[in-house]
């Protein structure tokens, strides 16, 4: 992507390995969920993703082993694990239709910018700060809405802030992708088009 500075172009380092184990944790927390249902154990993996969500980006500008690749996995390891969570709580019945509908209306407009990028010269844009908040907003209210389904005492206490990081983050969500197509028209009206 250009103007990106990368510090390596290694593939096997440790921030990808955090990424690839989040995605190797995308079937699993399906069949936990849908399967035997046991949610306990899906929320465990849900926050095992979460920590190496953060551990990756901190490790690669730490380590300076930022990488082209774990620059495209990280934002696909995110935006998977958000659509298998959605999926699966949907599927139980714990979360709407509406609100995967809402969330996945997002993606696709988002994958509607590629082509666009692509005649620039970039694959994607850099993740903006927003973007990334709302990520974790999603990722972390997941396993509330999950033990909030329960009766245990402190269902209703999970429930409760499970959804209000969803709306919150349904929001931001929504809000970054305006600026992510804000960006892309202001480098379509400064770029040239490579042939």
Request: hydrophobic residues 55%.
């Amino acid at each position: 992507m250009p103007g990106t500075a990368y510090d390596t172009d290694r593939v096997l380092t440790l921030p990808n390995v955090l990424t690839l184990i989040r995605l190797l944790g995308v079937p699993l927390f399906l069949w936990l969920i849908l399967g035997p249902h046991a949610d306990g154990w899906a929320v465990v993996v849900l926050a095992i993703g979460g920590i190496t969500d953060f551990l990756d980006g901190y490790l690669a500008r730490s380590r300076h082993e930022i990488s082209r690749i774990g620059q495209m996995l990280d934002p696909v390891a995110d935006r998977t694990y958000i659509a298998a969570t959605l999926l699966g709580l949907a599927l139980r019945g714990i979360v709407p239709w509406w609100l995967v509908g809402i969330l996945v209306a997002r993606d696709v407009c988002m994958a509607l910018l590629i082509p666009v990028l692509k005649t620039r010269g970039y694959t994607s844009l850099p993740v903006h700060f927003l973007g990334k908040v709302a990520t974790f907003f999603l990722l972390y209210s997941f396993p509330g809405v999950l033990l909030g389904d329960g009766v245990w005492p402190g269902a209703m206490v999970c429930r409760v802030v499970g959804w209000a990081f969803v709306f919150w983050g349904t929001a931001l969500y929504w809000w970054a992708g305006f600026l992510y197509v804000r960006q892309t028209i202001a480098l379509v009206r400064g770029s040239r088009q490579i042939p």
